[in-house]
C-alpha cells in the first residue's frame, strides 16, 4: 500500500469525528460546506473557531489533495483562491475541478490541522437559484373569486442545461403574503409551472429553488415573486362557505322522525305485547269458548265425555304397554327412541292441538309461554287438564325406568350410574333425546331395568297432573314446576326400606298415588336421600323436567327444602269429569265422595276407573 | 403537402418522445414491435431511451447506496472516499465537462460502452452476494437485481446507438476486469461490508458518470447542444 494512503487513512481516521457533525467545544475552525454550483466548480466554507479581532490569513490555510488516474498525488497542494467565494472560503475554478474524483481538503491552524472532509464533486451539487421570475395570467374562474397564473423562470445562468451538463429539477412555493406557511409543489423539470386556484383578492409570493436531479439537496430559494392579482370584480358572487346549518336542521329533524317512526312501527308487537299481554282464553279442543262462557252445559257435557272416551282408549292402549316392556335385546337409543316416538306421536296424534298448539288465537299459547306461566293456575280453565293426562302416565313409565335403574344401581354396585349421571342426562336430553328424562344410566342398566319393571311401587310422590309449560323443539316436553317441593326428591333414592313401607299403600292398578303419601314415602328417608346426592341441584328438582331446571342450571344447592311434609299438597290441576254445579266445570275433587279405603282421603285425585266404579 | 408531411411526422416524433419522457417504467416502453425484422428507430428514440435508462439506473444506485449505508455502514466508519478504488478507474474517461465536450462522441460513445461492460460482472455477482448478507433488507437486493437487468438493457441500447452513430466500426472488446469477488466473500463481518460499500459506492459514481455522458451526447447530437 502506497505511504501516502496509509498516512491518508490515519488523517482522515482521525478526523472522521470531526466530519460527522460532533460540536466544536475548543473554537477551532472547521468545516462548514462544500458546494458545486454547476459541477464544474467548488468551494469550500470554514468557520472561525475563535474571534480575532485582526485577520491573519496564515494562520488558517486549506490543503487539498486528490486521487488522479489511481494514483494519489504526492503532496497537499495549498487552496488555490482564498477570495473569490468569500471570507473564510477556498474557490477551485474549473481547472482545478475534476468529477468524479475523490478529494480531501484539510484546514490547519497554525500548521495543525483542525479539520479534514473528503468528497467527490458530484455528490456536493447545490445549484445556483433560478433568476428571472415572472408570471402571466391564465385565466379567471367564472365566479371572478380565483385564478389561476402561469410562473416562469430561467435556470441558473451558470448551470450548463443547455449542453446537457447537468440536468435541473426545480420547486416552487408560494404563500400568501400574510401567512407563515409555503405551500410547496411538487418538482418539475421545465422552467414553468402553473399555479391554480388563487385568490383574486389576495396578494402571493412566489419563489423558486433548483436541485441536480438524482440529488437530494436543493440550492438556494430564488428571490421572491409577488404576485397581485387584479382586484375582484364588484358582481362576483359571495362564495363564502356557510355552514349549512338550515338545512342540516331540517334534515336532522326529519331524520330522526324517520327513525322514530321506525322504531315506533317496528317495535309495535312489542310495545302491544307489554302494553296489552294475551288474556288466556279458555280453550278446549272440539269446544267453543263462547259455549264454556254462555254455561250450555248439555253440549259441554257431551264433548266431554268424547274426551272422557279419549282417556280409557290411550290408557288401553297397546303402545304403553310396549313402552313398559323394555326391549333387552336392542338396548341402544334408537328403540328408545322409537318406542318414545311412538308414544309422543299418539300424544301428537290424539292431541295435536292440545299439545302442538303454537301461535294461535286459543289460550293455550300461554300455556306456552314460559315467562307468564311462573302464577299458579289453581283450578283455572288454563290448559286442558284432559291433555295433560298422558303426560303423567308417560312419566310414570320414565320414572319406573329411573327408579329401576337406580334400584339397580343400588342393588348391584358394579354399575356405574348414580344419581349424579342424571344431570349430564338432562343437559343431553335439552339437546338431541326427544325424552324429557334422559337416563343414561338407562342404556347400561336397561336390561337389568327390565326384570325390575314389575315393582312399579316405588314410585311414590308423583304428580300425575302437571302442566305442560313447553314443548322442546325435540318432541319432549317440559312440565312447569309443579309440585316441586314435594317431588323434589326422587323417589328411587329411597332407602329399600322406605319404599317397601310405602309400597303397601299403593295399589298396584292405581294410575295416581296421592302427595300424602308420597310425603310418607319422603319423610321416611329424607337423609338418605341427602347422602346420596352428590349433585343435589338436579336431583332436588322434579324428576321430569320443568323449565326451571332446564333455566336454572347447578346453582342451586342441594339444601333447598327437603321437608315436603311440612307444606301441604297443592294440585296444580284438578281433573275435569263431571260438571256438579253450574256454576263450572271444575271437579273439586274433596267433594267427592271416597267410599273405599282405597282411596286415600287426602287424595285429591281419582283415576278414570275409580270414579267409574265410585259412580254408577 | 411536404410541410404537413413533415409536421405531422414531426408531431407524431413529440408524441413519441412525451411518451417516452412521461413514461416512468421503462419496460412498458417498446421500441419495435416484436417480430419487426426490418425496424428502424431514430436515433433521438434511442437516445432519449438510453437517458431514461441511465437515470434510472443511477436513481436506482444511489438509493442502494443509501439504503446500504444507513443499515451497515453505520458508525463503522467506512472511511472508503478517501481511498476508494473502483476498478473502473483505469479506464480513461473526461474527468470535466471540458475534457466530455472536446472528445469526439465515438470515443465517448466507446467510453460509455467500456463502462458498461465492466460493471457486468460485479452486477452479476453482487446479486448473487447480497443474498447472503446477513439480514439484507429488501429494498437493497430488488434494487441490485433491478440495476442489473437495466444494465444490460442500456448496453444493448448503447451497442444499437453506437451502430446507428458509426456503423460497421467495431471496437474491441474493451472493459476493465473487476477482481473483487473474493473481497465480498470474505468470512470477516467488517471486510466483506466494507467490499460492498466501496462496490456500492463506486457504482453510484459509475452511473452518474454514464449517465451524465448520455446527456451530454444527446444534447450535442439530437438536440445540437440546445437542449
Redesign the interface.
Known sequence: MDLW?LL??LA??GS?SAFSGSEDSSGKPKFTKCRSPE??TFSCHWTDGVRRGFKSPGSTQLFYIRRS??EWTQEWKECPDYVSAGENSCYFN?SY??????Y?IKLTSNGGTVDQK???V?EIVQPDPPIGLNWTLLNISLTGIHADIQVRWEPPPNA????????LEYELQYKEVNESQWKTMDPVLSTSVPVYSLRLDKEYEVRVRSRQ??SEKYGEFSEVLYVTLPQMSPFACEEDFQFPWFLITIFGIFGLTMILFLFIFSKQQRIKMLILPPVPVPKIKGIDPDLLKEGKLEEVNTILAIHDNYKPEFYNDDSWVEFIELDIDDPDEKTEGSDTDRLLSNDHEKSLNILGAKDDDSGRTSCYEPDILETDFNASDMCDGTSEVAQPQRLKGEVDLLCLDQKNQNNSPSTDATPTTQQPSVILAKENKPRPLLISGTESTHQAAHTQLSNPSSLANIDFYAQVSDITPAGSVVLSPGQKNKAGISPCDMHPEAVSLCQANFIMDNAYFCEADAKKCIAVAPHVEAESRVEPSFNQEDIYITTESLTTTAGQSGTAERAPSSEMPVPDYTSIHIVQSPQGLVLNATALPLPDKEFLSSCGYVSTDQLNKIMP | DNNEGRTGSLLFLLLLLSDLLLCKSVASLPICPSGAVNCQVSLRDLFDRAVILSHYIHNLSSEMFNEFDKRYAQGRGFITKAINSCHTSSLSTPEDKEQAQQIHHEDLLNVILRVLRSWNDPLYHLVTEVRGLHEAPDAILSRAIEIEEQNRRLLEGMEKIVHQVHPGVRENEVYSVWSGLPSLQMADEDSRLFAFYNLLHCLRRDSHKIDSYLKLLKCRIVYDSNC
Open positions: 494512503q491518508l487513512t482522515v481516521a472522521s459541477l464544474e488516474t489511481q474549473s475541478t475534476s468529477i468524479w474524483i475523490p480531501c473528503c468528497f467527490s458530484e450548463d442545461v443547455q449542453k446537457g451538463w447537468i440536468v436531479r438524482n
